[in-house]
C-alpha cells in the first residue's frame, strides 16, 4: 500500500498548485512540495526493510491472463532513484518559486512538475514490466509538457515535439522488446524476468530482444546517434532541464540499463552494443560541450557525455564496472542539476546564457560564483569532490576490460580523452563565466545575486558534492551498496570509496585528463576556428526535414490508397483477400476434406436459390432504389430463416430485429434521394468488377468447401458445458455476451452510444431537400399521419412492450436478451414518430436519449465494478435461487443489470438516429429529439 501512494501522491497532488495559485506564487510551491514531502516521508519508512537487503513487493491483480498486474517493487535501486526523484524534485520546486516570473502560470507548471514526478516514480517502482511502460510512455508525455511550457516560442514547441518524437518512437521499440522478453520468460514480472537471464539469453531471439529494448534506452537517455534532441529541450525552463534533463527523464534509460542488467548483460552482444554505444556517446558529448556558447548548451552536451560515461560502465559487463556506474549516476545527479540551477540563476540575473557576454560574474555574483564552481569542479573530476571518485572508478574499470584483444587500449584511450574534454569545457564554464574580463551588453545590467532562497537548492546539493567527496564511507556508502546489489543482483565485488588509492594508472590518466585539459582550454582558440570552419549541421532542421518527407510519403501513399472511390477501396481490399486466401490454400493438395457432406433438403435447397436469386435481383436493379431495398429485405429474412433452421433463434431474433430497424433507416433515408442512380460506371469498370466479383466469390466457396470437409475443434463444447454453472443461465448465447465476454460487449454498446452521438451531432441543424412529388411527378398524399396507421400504432405499442419486456425477462434461460427487447421497443417507438409525427410523440414521450444511452452504459459498467467490491475479477456473474411468495421459486442473476445496460444502451442509440434523421421531413427544423 505505501508504493502505490509513494506513486499516486504527485499525481494526487497535480490538483493542489492549480487551486492554491491564486492565492500567489508562494502558496502555489508550498502546496506542490505537500506530495514529494509526504512521498519522501513514506519512503523512508521503508528505508529499514530496503537496507537490510530485501525486496518489498506490492501485488495487485488486473489483467492476469495478459499478464498485466499492477505490481510495485522497491529494491535498493528502486530506493535510489525514488530517492532522487522526489528530493531533487522538492529542491527544484523551491527553486521554480523564485525563477518563475510573476506573470507565468506556476499551477499549470507545478502541475506538470507533478505528473512528470509520478510517471517517473512509477518508472522506478514498477514490478511489472507492462506497468513500467505505461509510466515510461507518460514521462515521455509530461515532458514535452514540460519543454514546451513556453508555448509561444517556436524553439520550445519545435523542442518538445523532437523530444516526444525521438522518445515516442523508442518506446515502441521497447514494447516490442519486453513482449518478446515475456514470452521468453514466460512472465512481465520483474522478479523472474530478472531470474531467467540465462535463458534469456541462450534464446534465439535475445540478439532482436536486446537491440529493440537497447533502442527505448538509448532515445531516452541521449545516446548517439539519438542525442540531438537533449540540447533543443534546453528550451524549456531551467527547473525542467535541472530536473528532466540531469536527475530523471535522461536517468530513465540507464535506470532501466541497470533494472535489466541480470537479465540482458553477460554476452558479447551486450557488450559491443552498449560499450561502444557508451564510448561514443561519451566521446562526441565531451567534444561538441566545449565548442557550445550557450549556457546550457553546454550542460546539455556534458549530460550527453556524462550519460555515454554511465552507459560504457554498464556495457564493460563487469561486476565493479555496474557499481561505478551506479556511483556516476548519484554523483552526476548532484552536481548537474546544481549546475543547471547555477546556469539559471544567471540567466535569471543577465538575462543572457552567451558565455561571450556573461563574463566576470565573480565579482556581481560571489556566493553563486562559488556554488557553481565547486559543482563545476566536480563535474571535472577534481580531487576531494564526489565526481573525482566515480571517475576514479571508471578509468579503473576501462583498464581492467580485455575483450577487445589487442585494441583494448582504445577504450581507456578513449575515457582519458573525454576526460580532458570534461575538464576543458568545467574550465570553460568557470572561467569565461565568473571571470575573462567585464559583461559584454547584458540585458540587466548590473546583474546581482537572486533571491536568498533561490540559492538554497544549490547549496545543499554542492554541499551534497564535498561530503560525498570527503568522507563517501559515511555519506553514500550505505546507499551505494544496496542500490549496486540491486541492480547486480547478487553480492557486491569488492570495492573501495577511499580518496586515496596510491600511484596507479587510473591516478595518471586523472593526471593527464587534468593537465590535458588545461591545455586544450588554454590553446581553445585555433580549435574554436577549426570548429567554426566545419559544414554547421543543424539537428533542429534536419529532423523537421525529415518529419516532413515522412508526412509528403505518407500524403502520397493516401493520395494513392484514398482517393474517395469506395469501388477502389473495396476492390483493394478483395484483392488483398485473394491473395491471403490463394496463399493459405495453394499447399493443399486437395480441396476436399475427409469429412462428407451433409445432405440438402428440399426445403433448405429453394429457400438458398431464393436467396442467391434475392441477392442477384438486387445487384441486377442495385440502381432502382425501392427495389433494390425490397430485395434486399428478402435477403434479410431467409438469413433469418436460415438461422432458425440452423437452431439459432437467438441470431433469428437479432437478425430480424436488425433488419426491421434497418429497413425503417434505409425508408427515411430514400425520402431524401432520387428514386434512380445514375449510371457512372465504364463498360470497362463493370467488367472489372464482374471479374473481381466472380472471382472473390468463387474462391470463397471453395474456401468453405474445404473447412467444410474437414473436422476441425470448435469452443461450443466449453461454453455449454459452462453456461449454467459459470453462468447461472441455460440460453448460451445471453451467458457469452453478459458473461464470458462481457467485457466485448461493454466495449460495442459503448461504441454504439457515441456513434448514436455522433449522427445526433452530424444531423444537427442539417437543412436537406424536401420532395414535394414523387418520381411520377404524383403529389405526396396531404395526410401525413393516415388515421389508421395512427390508431393501429397506438394500439400495438403496449403490445410491443409487452413482448419486449418478456424477450428481456428470458433472456437468460431462453432465447432474448436486452439487445432484441431493446431493438423490439425502439421499433414500437419508432413506428409512434412514424405514424404520428415528431411533435405528437414528443408531447407523449419525453424521454431524453443522451442520457438513456448513457445510463445504459453506466449500468453496465457499474455492474462490473461491483464484483471488484467484492474481490473478484471485473464483470464476474454471481447469480441464485430466491423463493417469492405466490410465485415459487425464481433464479436472479447480476448479469440481468448488465443486460439492462445493454437495452437501455440500445433504446437510446437506435433512437437518437432514428428519430432525429425522421425529424428532418418536419417543416420547423428546430423540431429535435433528445
Not at 508555448?151 to 525521438?166: E, F, I, T
Request: hydrophobic share 55%.
Amino acid at each position: 500500500m505505501a508504493l502505490a501512494l509513494i506513486i499516486a501522491l504527485p499525481f494526487l497532488g497535480v490538483i493542489l498548485p492549480l487551486l492554491a495559485e491564486r492565492l500567489g506564487r508562494s502558496a502555489c510551491a508550498t502546496a506542490a512540495a505537500v506530495a514529494p514531502l509526504l512521498g519522501l516521508v513514506l519512503l523512508m519508512q521503508q528505508r529499514a526493510p530496503v537496507f537490510a537487503g530485501e525486496v518489498v513487493l506490492s501485488k495487485y491483480s488486473w489483467l492476469p491472463e495478459l499478464g498485466i498486474n499492477l505490481s510495485l517493487r522497491l529494491d535498493g535501486l528502486g530506493f535510489l532513484f525514488a530517492l532522487l526523484i522526489l528530493g531533487i524534485g522538492l529542491l527544484v520546486i523551491l527553486y521554480a518559486r523564485y525563477y518563475l516570473s510573476k506573470s507565468e502560470p506556476a499551477g499549470r507548471f507545478y502541475a506538470f512538475l507533478l505528473l512528470f514526478m509520478g510517471a517517473m516514480l512509477g518508472v522506478v517502482l514498477s514490478e511489472n514490466l507492462l506497468l513500467m511502460l505505461m509510466f515510461w510512455e507518460l514521462t515521455s508525455l509530461s515532458s514535452f509538457l514540460l519543454i514546451s511550457f513556453w508555448n509561444s516560442r517556436s524553439d520550445a514547441r519545435k523542442g518538445a515535439r523532437m523530444a516526444l518524437a525521438v522518445t515516442g518512437g523508442g518506446g515502441l521499440a521497447l514494447l516490442a522488446g519486453i513482449l518478446l522478453i515475456g514470452q521468453i520468460a514466460g512472465s512481465f514480472e520483474l522478479s523472474q524476468v530478472l531470474a531467467s537471464g540465462d535463458a534469456i539469453r541462450a534464446h534465439e531471439l535475445y540478439p532482436l530482444a536486446l537491440i529493440l529494448v537497447l533502442l527505448g534506452i538509448f532515445t531516452k537517455s541521449a545516446q548517439f546517434p539519438f542525442h540531438f534532441w537533449l540540447p533543443h529541450a534546453m528550451a524549456a525552463p531551467t527547473p525542467v532541464s535541472a530536473y528532466l534533463h540531469s536527475a530523471t527523464m535522461v536517468k530513465a534509460g540507464v535506470f532501466l540499463l541497470a533494472r535489466l542488467y541480470p537479465a540482458l548483460a553477460g554476452s558479447e552482444w551486450w557488450f559491443y552494443l552498449v560499450s561502444i554505444t557508451g564510448l561514443t556517446t561519451l566521446l562526441v558529448g565531451a567534444g561538441m560541450a566545449l565548442f557550445q556558447h550557450d549556457l546550457k548548451g553546454l550542460l546539455a552536451y556534458s549530460t550527453i557525455s556524462h550519460l555515454g560515461l554511465i552507459t560504457l560502465l554498464f556495457g564493460l559487463d563487469t561486476r565493479l564496472a555496474a557499481v561505478a556506474a551506479v556511483f556516476h549516476i548519484i554523483n552526476h545527479a548532484t552536481f548537474k542539476a546544481s549546475l543547471f540551477m547555477a546556469a539559471g540563476i544567471i540567466d535569471h540575473e543577465t538575462g543572457s546564457r552567451d558565455m561571450r557576454r556573461i563574463n566576470g560574474m565573480w565579482k556581481y555574483m560571489p556566493h553563486t560564483a562559488l556554488l557553481a564552481m565547486v559543482a563545476a569542479s566536480a563535474m571535472a573530476g577534481v580531487p576531494l569532490l564526489n565526481g573525482f571518485l566515480s571517475k576514479e572508478m571508471f578509468f579503473t574499470e576501462t583498464l581492467n576490460q580485455h575483450l577487445l584483444g589487442s585494441f583494448s587500449w582504445v577504450i581507456p584511450a578513449g575515457a582519458t580523452l573525454a576526460g580532458v574534454f570534461s575538464v576543458a569545457y568545467s574550465l570553460r564554464f568557470i572561467h569565461d563565466v565568473f571571470f575573462n574580463g567585464e559583461p559584454v551588453n547584458l540585458p540587466h545590467y548590473p546583474p546581482h545575486e537572486p533571491p536568498r532562497y533561490m540559492k538554497v537548492p544549490v547549496e545543499v546539493l554542492v554541499f551534497l558534492c564535498l561530503l560525498v567527496g570527503i568522507v563517501p564511507a559515511y555519506t553514500v556508502a550505505p546507499l551505494l551498496a544496496v542500490a549496486a546489489s540491486a541492480t547486480l543482483g547478487g553480492p557486491l565485488p569488492e570495492y573501495s570509496l577511499s580518496i586515496w588509492h596510491g600511484f596507479n594508472l587510473p591516478l595518471l590518466m586523472s593526471v593527464i585528463a587534468l593537465i590535458g585539459g588545461i591545455l586544450v582550454y588554454t590553446f581553445r582558440q585555433p580549435l574554436f576556428r577549426w570548429y567554426a570552419g566545419l559544414p554547421q549541421l543543424d539537428a533542429k532542421l534536419v529532423f523537421e526535414n525529415a518529419v516532413q518527407g515522412v508526412v509528403a510519403a505518407a500524403r502520397w501513399c493516401t493520395q494513392l490508397l484514398e482517393n474517395g472511390s469506395l469501388q477502389r477501396y473495396l476492390a483493394l481490399m478483395l484483392l488483398a483477400s485473394l491473395a491471403v486466401v490463394t496463399v493459405a490454400l495453394g499447399p493443399l493438395s486437395s480441396l476436399q476434406g475427409p469429412q462428407a457432406l451433409g445432405p440438402v433438403d428440399v426445403v433448405t435447397g429453394l429457400s438458398m436459390g431464393m436467396l442467391a436469386l434475392s441477392a442477384l435481383i438486387t445487384v441486377v436493379f442495385h440502381r432502382r432504389r425501392l427495389v433494390a431495398l425490397l430485395m434486399l429485405s428478402v435477403v434479410g429474412l431467409l438469413v433469418a430463416l436460415a438461422f432458425v433452421r440452423f437452431s439459432a433463434p437467438d441470431l433469428a431474433l437479432t437478425q430480424l430485429s436488425v433488419e426491421m430497424v434497418t429497413m425503417v433507416l434505409l425508408m427515411l433515408a430514400l425520402f431524401f434521394l432520387p428514386p434512380t442512380t445514375p449510371g457512372e460506371s465504364s463498360s470497362l469498370r463493370g467488367l472489372r468488377d464482374f471479374i473481381l466479383a466472380g472471382g472473390f466469390g468463387t474462391l470463397v466457396a471453395l474456401l468453405v468447401y474445404a473447412v467444410l470437409t474437414r473436422p476441425y475443434e470448435t469452443i461450443a463444447d466449453y461454453f455449454i458445458a459452462n453456461s449454467v454453472p459459470g453462468g447461472g443461465g441455460t440460453n448460451v448465447v445471453n451467458v457469452i455476451l453478459v458473461d464470458f465476454r462481457g467485457f466485448d460487449t461493454l466495449g460495442e454498446i459503448s461504441v454504439l452510444a457515441i456513434a448514436g452521438m455522433g449522427i445526433y451531432a452530424l444531423l444537427g441543424g442539417l437543412q436537406l431537400f424536401q420532395p414535394k412529388q414523387d418520381a411520377d411527378g404524383h403529389a405526396w398524399a396531404r395526410d401525413r399521419h393516415p388515421l389508421i396507421l395512427a390508431t393501429l400504432s397506438r394500439l400495438l405499442l403496449p403490445l410491443a412492450l409487452l413482448i419486449s419486456a418478456f424477450i428481456f425477462l428470458r433472456g437468460h434461460n431462453l432465447p432474448g436478451g436486452g439487445f432484441i427487447a431493446g431493438l423490439i421497443t425502439s421499433i414500437a417507438l419508432i413506428l409512434q414518430y412514424v405514424a404520428n409525427g415528431v411533435q405528437w410523440t414528443r408531447s407523449r414521450l419525453a424521454l431524453n436519449y443522451h442520457q438513456l444511452a448513457g445510463v445504459g452504459v453506466l449500468v453496465a459498467g457499474v455492474t462490473g465494478l461491483a464484483s471488484w467490491i467484492f474481490g473478484y475479477p471485473f464483470l464476474t456473474t454471481t447469480f441464485g435461487h430466491f423463493h417469492i411468495p405466490l410465485v415459487g421459486e425464481i433464479e436472479l442473476a447480476s448479469a440481468m443489470l448488465f443486460d439492462l445496460g445493454v437495452y437501455l444502451t440500445v433504446i437510446g442509440a437506435t433512437l437518437l438516429i432514428l428519430a432525429n434523421l425522421g425529424k428532418l421531413t418536419q417543416d420547423d427544423p428546430a423540431k429535435e429529439v433528445h
